[in-house]
């Protein structure tokens, strides 16, 4: 079994900064990718980044240019650094995990966005 434990969420104004980050544990053998999703209330949830063991980033279009993922394959940790953070960015933020044959979640951080 992989745990993923979150941390980072929290209240911030209008154009100011977050980080999160995420941290494996476990049965851990080759990670594939790491990411973060996120659900706002009232919809669906949302793909919000991507990274690959070798570097390679997807982003949403909502947080291109703002959002940052990165990792330290070495911790088994991915980060999602949120820059110039909107009100629209408010939601819980669940990282992930994808090794062979399995997908693994976190618990979940609030981030809020409000003046």
């Known amino acids: 079994q992989v745990q993923l434990v979150e941390s980072g969420g929290g209240l911030v104004q209008p154009g100011g900064s977050l980080r999160l980050s995420c941290a494996a544990s476990?049965?851990?053998?080759?990670?594939?990718?790491m990411g973060w999703y996120r659900q706002a209330p009232g919809k669906q949830r949302e793909l919000v980044a991507t990274?690959?063991?070798?570097?390679?980033?997807n982003y949403a279009d909502s947080v291109k240019g703002r959002f940052t993922v990165s990792r330290d394959n070495a911790k088994n940790t991915v980060y999602l650094q949120m820059n110039r953070m909107k009100p629209e960015d408010t939601a819980v933020y669940f990282c992930?995990?994808?090794?062979?044959?399995?997908?693994?979640w976190g618990q979940g951080t609030q981030v809020t966005v409000s003046s």
């Open positions: 990274i690959t063991s070798g570097g390679d980033t």
């Open positions: 992930y995990v994808l090794v062979v044959g399995s997908t693994y």
């Open positions: 476990g049965s851990i053998f080759t990670i594939l990718y």
